[in-house]
């Protein structure tokens, strides 16, 4: 029987977990699916920054936004517009309202036991949780302690002290301000330019770098600041903050407006004045609260992966990846290896390396799986790579009247497979699964070109890759 809160002073699991978001959800539920017990431990709700203040409101927002930006580059519809109270609405409901009891019940009704409060290590296989009621109970683990606290926000130097935004606050938005200042160029900051500046702020990023999303192929920064500029945000690359004022600043809810008007100067002495800034500027493994030290280890000990046998960190606290859909593939293939009956269930199978999928909800969106063509050069590949316009394959020419997007795909020429696609356009994330099969499979290219899309629709554009990389 599950229970909130532990009714003994020690209780005892196979398998605890520190960390309720969906990485430490999948890791407990699979191992109680195959026989054994698991805690799950968790001080805020149950569900994790994913379900309530990262990937599910912010496509919530931006679902909308898409459809509404769609209808005005198709003809025959009647362009629709944005109403910011319904969709705010509509983010609201996809969270729950913010409340986590749908969630714990279906922990607690597939047999895990939900621990509230603070966890921390006090011991080998042992943790100790600091409940809201002020209790301490002690767990011990049979098996393994996971680590799946996910991240917390980088600050830079020049605002800490400031009550400014984290991405939290801007999935979260309540009060929309007048002037949104974003700092940062990646996924989070593109992103929420985008929802920010549809619900009304007028928005100016601050890019350090000269180009957006840096990690693709460097024709995506120019195809999203492009669309991004023709939606009124202004883009400020090879920008940073050199100085930041903000004298009647204070630390208000979640998705408030901390305080009155910042004033922010830059390294080139320009001075922009903003009703809130939000700091899209990276994330890191949140280990602070969990007492590495009480057992030996540090920060560094985990992101180098020099753990004890029974310790644990994964998803976004492992520092390896900070993308919920990879922090699960690893909770499935601990789960595996902790219930598996192998001659020797000791070899850490989470030393496999799939190829990374990414999405960024943009308009077009972004989608990408493996290697980049640099990154495969620097790897000490021999490539060849091809490119297509969206708008020169039919089937996605269709989708809009002005449809915006290429695609470009990475090919090792000793195994003559896929070692990386990128995709940009309409729908593109829902297209990036078969690319995804492509990588992970390394199917030769012959085969790739006996899988024949149906006309007309987008997935057409393999046709034209793969042409330009076939015999």
Not at 34 to 55: F, Q, R
Not at 363 to 377: H, I, K, M, Y
Not at 404 to 432: C, F, Q, W
Request: glycine content about 10%; overall charge negative; aromatic content about 4%.
């Amino acid at each position: 029987m599950s229970t909130t809160s532990p009714t003994n002073t020690e209780n005892r699991y196979d398998v605890i977990v520190i960390g309720a978001g969906p990485v430490g959800e999948t890791l407990a539920e699979k191992v109680v699916a195959n026989g054994l017990s698991a805690a799950l431990v968790e001080h805020d709700l149950v569900g994790g920054d994913c379900a309530y203040y990262a990937c599910k409101p912010s496509k919530a927002l931006l679902r909308p936004i898409q459809i509404a930006k769609a209808s005005q580059y198709l003809t025959g519809v009647r362009p629709t517009t944005i109403v910011a109270d319904d969709l705010l609405a509509r983010r609201n409901e996809k969270v729950s309202h913010y409340h986590d009891a749908a969630q714990k019940w279906t922990m607690e009704d597939l047999g895990i036991t939900v621990v509230r409060g603070h966890g921390r290590l006090n011991g080998e296989r042992s943790v100790e949780v600091h409940g809201s009621d002020g209790a301490t109970h002690t767990l011990h683990a049979n098996r393994v302690v996971a680590l799946t606290t996910g991240t917390v926000a980088n600050i830079p130097p020049v605002f800490e002290g400031i009550p400014v935004w984290d991405s939290k606050d801007a999935t979260a938005v309540r009060d929309v301000p007048a002037r949104l200042v974003i700092v940062g160029g990646g996924p989070v900051a593109c992103e929420a330019a985008s929802w920010m500046s549809a619900l009304g702020s007028k928005v100016t990023m601050l890019v350090r770098e000269g180009l957006l999303l840096g990690k693709f192929e460097p024709f995506v920064s120019d195809m999203i600041a492009d669309q991004l500029t023709e939606a009124g945000i202004d883009i400020q690359f090879f920008t940073e903050a050199a100085e930041v004022c903000r004298p009647d600043g204070m630390d208000h809810g979640v998705g408030e407006i901390k305080g009155g008007p910042v004033a922010l100067r830059t390294k080139a002495g320009d001075t922009i004045e903003a009703d809130e800034v939000l700091l899209a500027t990276g994330r890191r493994p949140d280990l602070g609260a969990v007492d590495l030290e009480s057992v030996g280890l540090s920060a560094d000990d985990v992101l180098e992966d020099n753990l004890p046998e029974w310790l644990y960190a994964i998803g976004d606290a492992g520092g390896k990846y900070q993308l919920t859909h990879m922090g699960k593939y690893q909770a499935r293939t601990l789960a595996k290896q902790l219930t598996s009956v192998a001659e020797h269930p000791e070899d850490d199978v989470l030393d496999t390396e799939p190829p990374i999928t990414q999405v960024v909800f943009t308009d077009p969106q972004v989608a990408s799986v493996g290697l980049t063509e640099d990154a495969a050069r620097e790897s000490g590949y021999d490539i060849v790579t091809a490119e297509v316009d969206f708008a020169a394959v039919k089937g996605a020419a269709l989708q809009r009247d002005n449809v915006v997007g290429r695609a470009k795909i990475v090919v090792d020429k000793a195994t003559n497979s896929l070692i990386g696609a990128t995709l940009v356009g309409p729908e593109a994330g829902e297209m990036l699964h078969a690319a995804s099969i492509a990588v992970a499979a390394q199917i030769p290219v012959p085969m790739l070109q006996e899988a024949v899309p149906v006309f007309p629709t987008a997935s057409e554009i393999w046709v034209s890759l793969l042409e330009q990389v076939g015999a």
